[in-house]
RNA sequence: GCGGGGGUGCCGGAGUGGUCAAACGGGCUAGGUUGAGGGCCUAGUGGCUUAGUGCCUGCGCGGGUUCAAACCCCGUCCCCCGCACCA
């Protein structure tokens, strides 16, 4: 077996040597910029599923390279973040320590796995070069209004023993942590406005044509935009107002209570002094504090409690009274809403749990309803009744008209609400980048100067308690001057959630060494947008909304020219064993080192390329392995023992061209299994004949260059070729060249000996003593007839077998095999087709009978020319005759 | 419940109106090769049938459109993923 460790060395360091990789701008050059989501460096190390994710992105990236375009391929590290700084916490140590290490590890395993980054633009989120451009886009958030600190309830993980985003929340537990309920704190905190960005990161999605419709719909929902009315109602004896928001207003008529959100800060002033006060207190305490995501599911029972007070209807007058209820959100819309039992299901539960009168508004189109023998609500459209001058109307028309209808009044107006909201972006932990913001006594919140960032981590700090933010343990770090007034301030603690650093650092691969700016907005112009991004659906409503809001910003800070980073996602599957996703916490990892002994990485890249398309998710199969390193032991002899020859092979090339058509578009579209087939067949074919050209080999050799680069470079250099396969033109299919009669008449060929085969086993059933066999190749089957009374003519023939695959003689068969078996002395099989056809046909005469124990005579005599048939054939004329004699 | 994806041979997976359902790989069976082999080569691998290139069946289940359906339409069951009282 050929030692593949050697050739991967072998290839590695010439391609490092050689730079071959690296890209710079070049106005001239079409420019194609591929990308996978830049990994945290976990200090596992690589497996089996994280070479296969990157596999995709660097055939693909070859691929590109070797079609002419500029390839920016970069890799870098998400190297903030908790493991690092927990494991320095175990180890008193310093959470650089352990980065490093780890992102060391990664490269030198993503080096093995024969990746073609550019290496020299490889950035690392930790480093000082790097996050100082954080803070920088921090102070131009903040310089633009769109960082703040607020005071409010926000999630907080116990594990990470820190607060999370709302996107870091998943079914009320924390992202990271399946296990953990996520707490509610009421704490300040520094957010980023993406709200305001809502509208646009909606409205951008239906430019997004590269992007799966469900990570699209994922991210309609999350941003949740809803169009209404926010109507308000005076509160009785007292000078405050309750705002709700709703998309119903055309239940108006209908509305017989209103609720607030238990967190609502009016509700305390509202029953502050009455007899409720105690109760309404316990309520919020329980919803809130003990109750905060079961409260929001759906089958949870509702509840909620009159808090004493009543509003008046601005248009009818009417008396409504106000509760608090679990069901209603403070975080969305106005923090309270107004009740329509007979139209909305929930309103419904809780008006008859609490005894609260429902009233009828709009009535489905066939019955009318009654209020005291409704089950449940009405939610149907139909005609508005009970509500004044829209009485008759259609609800859905006197929508807008309720909109004009609360403006005229002074009691509202039409909407739009979001359910996105902002992004926390505080952490209170130590890896990470820190918020360039100073506290003074006398000066408050003041911004840390551009001039004086980055605003460094400590380094030489060490842990000594795991408890709270070590940071806070920091003296050196947190005592520092006031930048506006010099006197002694504090330094913010906390640090960024790490999605930040991963909002632009697709933009900081254009431009990775720049000491002045986050990237040059020249270069980034260049590069930009993101041809091809590469990573998993998991960053649906996180890191794919962030990255996006990001660009936005950046644009209207002048440094971009695109709306949006990327056009194209592709979302790769999971590799699977044992039918759970592979991870080292499953315990079911098989590691890259293991393969690459083993089999080379070539085989491991073959293989996870092989078994199903990059989209799906798949199954890593030990077994199956082998036969991926079986077919590249095949082709590594293919392209060092076999018999080149310069000479034209025209079947061979056909079928080359055939190849290269199909293979360029299965890989331009990612369906790199199906490449892989079209490679294995052509590669099957050529490894059978005698001999190989050399335009076949070379071809084959490029076509695998893209999936197992090291292998194509060795028979690359086999073959006599100076410089890299790596980076040598794609080759261009000829549709001239592929002879599609040429490829058909061989598959006849096949099937012909296929036939023989049949016969033979008949005959061997038969016992015959004398058989002569002439195979006939009707694949144009109009000659058959012809060349039977040709051969008659000339021949003693009892029988022409016309073995053919297609169905009209093919029934004449069964026929033949009776004649056969009855008398077998003289059954003659006719072959038409080109000559070197014919031979190897007659060659493979002897093998086809090896095994029945008969002697095999081949005799070969030409059918007449001259009568024109092969020029209809389209071939050159011949016959192939069996003798068989037992 | 809503949204998205999917149900094809012993397995992983192709094929999305017809000329060929199961490409390609794995597994299994038989034969060959070999001193030997977990190597290589060849053939077979839905059912029926003495045999066949024949017949039947067949792409979750039930209907439908069509000359023609794994593929299109309707209904139904199951599996996976996301979101889930958002007013």
Redesign the pocket.
């Known amino acids: 077996m050929p030692n593949y460790t050697a050739i991967e060395r072998k290839w590695q360091g010439r391609w490092e040597e050689a730079k071959l990789f690296r890209v710079t701008e070049d106005p001239k050059r079409t420019t194609c910029y591929i990308l996978e989501m830049y990994p945290y460096p976990s200090g596992s190390g690589l497996h089996m599923g994280h070479a296969r994710n990157y596999c995709i992105g660097d055939v693909y990236a070859r691929f590109k390279r070797m079609n002419g375009f500029n390839v920016l391929y970069p890799m870098g590290y998400d190297s903030f973040g908790l493991p690092a700084e927990n494991a320095a916490i175990k180890a008193k140590s310093h959470p650089q320590r352990f980065t490093e290490e780890a992102i060391r590890r990664f490269i030198r395993q993503q080096k093995g796995l024969g990746l073609s980054y550019d290496w020299d633009r490889m950035i690392a989120s930790h480093t000082p070069e790097y996050y100082r451009w954080d803070q920088w886009i921090f102070l131009k958030m903040l310089e633009k209004g769109l960082a703040y600190k607020k005071r409010s309830v926000v999630n907080w993980c116990p594990e990470c023993q820190t607060v999370l985003a709302n996107e870091q929340v ?2 009320g537990k924390c992202w990271r942590h399946e296990e953990t309920d996520v707490e509610v704190k009421d704490l300040e905190q520094w957010f980023f406005r993406i709200t305001d960005y809502a509208e646009e990161l909606l409205d951008g999605i239906g430019t997004l044509d590269g992007w ?3 990570v699209k ?2 991210q309609r ?2 941003i ?1 935009r ?1 169009e ?1 009315a926010e109507i308000s109602f005076p509160i009785e004896g007292s000078g405050k107002r309750i705002t ?5 207003p055309d239940t108006f008529f209908g509305i017989t209570f209103l609720v607030y ?1 238990p967190e609502h800060p009016d509700v305390l002033e509202l029953v502050r002094g009455t007899k409720y006060e105690t109760q309404t207190k316990a309520f919020i305490r329980k919803v809130v504090l003990e109750d905060r995501f079961l ?4 089958d ?3 509840e909620g409690m009159f808090i004493g007070r009543y509003a008046t209807n601005p248009i009818t007058g009417e008396r409504i009274p106000l509760y608090i209820a ?13 009740a329509v039992p007979a139209h ?1 299901e ?1 309103d419904f539960q809780f008006a008859k749990k609490y005894g609260i009168p429902i009233k009828v508004v709009i009535n489905p189109p066939d019955f009318d309803l009654d209020e005291k023998r409704m089950n449940r609500a009405y939610v149907g459209d139909g005609a508005m009744v009970n509500s004044g001058e829209f009485d008759g109307m259609n609800n859905r028309d006197a929508i807008p008209e309720f909109a004009r209808f609360f403006e005229k009044h002074g009691c509202g107006k039409a909407t739009v ?1 979001y ?1 996105l909201r902002d992004w926390l972006i505080s952490r209170q932990r130590f890896w990470g980048c820190p918020i360039p913001i100073v506290y003074c006594d006398a000066c408050g919140i003041v911004p840390v100067p551009e001039k004086d960032l980055p605003v460094r981590l400590p380094d030489g700090f060490a842990f000594t308690s795991g408890k709270g933010n070590p940071l806070e343990q920091c003296e050196s770090f947190v005592k520092t001057a006031c930048p506006t007034c010099g006197r002694p301030a504090r330094r913010e603690t906390d640090t960024m959630d790490t999605f930040v650093d991963s909002s632009w650092y697709f933009l900081r691969y254009c431009d990775p060494a720049n000491a002045e700016m986050p990237f040059d907005p020249k270069k980034a112009a260049y590069w930009m947008p993101i041809d091809t991004y590469i990573g998993g ?2 960053h ?2 996180m890191h794919l909304i962030y990255f996006r809001f990001f660009t936005k910003f950046l644009r209207d800070l002048g440094l971009l020219r695109i709306d949006e980073p990327t056009k194209n996602l592709f979302n790769q599957g999971m590799l699977h064993k044992g039918g759970v996703v592979m991870s080292k916490s499953k315990g079911n990892v098989v590691s890259q080192e293991e393969i690459a002994a083993r089999f080379g990485i070539d085989t491991a890249r073959f293989f996870l390329m ?4 990059p989209e ?4 890593w ?1 030990d ?2 392995v ?3 390193y ?2 590249l ?2 082709v590594h002899a293919l392209g060092t023992g076999k018999k080149v020859v310069t000479a034209s092979r025209p079947a061979q090339l056909s079928r080359l061209h055939a190849a290269i058509r199909d293979v360029t578009a299965d890989i331009s579209s990612f ?1 790199y ?2 490449a ?2 079209r490679i ?2 052509i590669a ?1 074919y050529l ?2 004949q005698e001999d190989v050209s050399r335009e076949a080999l070379e071809g084959l050799v490029l076509l695998m260059a893209p999936f197992t680069p090291h292998l194509a470079e060795e028979l690359w250099e086999h073959i006599g070729n100076k410089g890299f396969v790596s980076v040598a033109p794609w080759p261009k299919h000829d549709e001239t060249r592929i002879d599609k009669a040429l490829i058909a008449s061989e598959d006849y060929i096949k099937r012909v000996q ?2 023989v ?3 033979l086993e ?1 005959i061997k059933a038969g016992s015959p003593k004398r058989i002569t066999l002439i195979v006939a190749d009707a694949w144009k089957h109009d000659l058959v007839g012809k060349v039977r009374v040709k051969l008659e003519e000339t021949h003693d023939v009892s029988k022409i077998i016309p ?1 053919v ?3 009209a ?3 004449e ?2 026929k033949i ?1 009776s004649a056969l078996v009855k008398n077998p002395s003289r059954i003659p099989l006719v072959m038409l087709g080109a000559e070197g056809e014919l031979k190897a046909a007659k060659a493979a005469i002897p093998s086809l009978t090896r ?1 029945f124990g008969c002697e095999a005579q081949a005799l070969t005599e030409t059918v007449a020319a001259k009568k024109g048939i092969a020029k209809a054939a389209g071939a050159m004329p011949g016959k192939c005759a069996i003798h068989v004699e037992k």
């Open positions: 998943h079914a799966s419709d469900d719909t994922m929902n999350w949740g809803s209404g709700v928001f709703t998309t119903r959100a409260r929001t599911a759906e949870r029972e509702k679990n069901f209603v959100l403070h975080e969305y819309g106005t923090g309270a809403i107004i909305d929930r609400q359910k659906k998991e649906a409503t092989f078994v199903a398309g799906k998710d798949m199954e199969d077994q199956a082998a036969g991926s079986r077919f032991n095949k369906r299994n199906i892989l087939i294995m067949e099957n490894a059978a296929a036939d085969r049949s016969v008949i073995a695959m297609d169905k003689h093919a029934k068969i069964p095999v095994g």
